[in-house]
């Protein structure tokens, strides 16, 4: 079978053999694209809460406190009558 010619005289290849490129263009792998990692949003340091501090010292803490605060203002006041 004669092969067309296009009007510069060069040779035309058929349509069927460019099909066949464009598919293996298709096939080949393509490359995976790297995903861009996340940044960790920092947290914000909250306040400790009373029930935390509590915790972190012993569970009678709370009392202490109270207790302290009580023989201080007891202190406080025999000082300012002597």
Do not use: C, D, W
Request: proline letters at 1%; a positive charge; aromatic letters at 4%.
């Amino acid at each position: 079978m004669e092969t067309k010619r296009n009007k510069g005289g060069e040779k035309r290849k058929h349509q069927h053999s460019l099909n066949k490129k464009k598919k293996k263009r298709r096939r080949k792998k393509k490359k995976k694209k790297k995903k861009k990692k996340k940044k960790k949003k920092k947290k914000k340091k909250k306040a400790m809460t009373k029930a935390a501090v509590q915790k972190l010292f012993f569970p009678g803490f709370k009392n202490v406190l109270t207790l302290l605060i009580i023989v201080l203002k007891n202190r406080l006041q025999n000082f300012s009558t002597t």
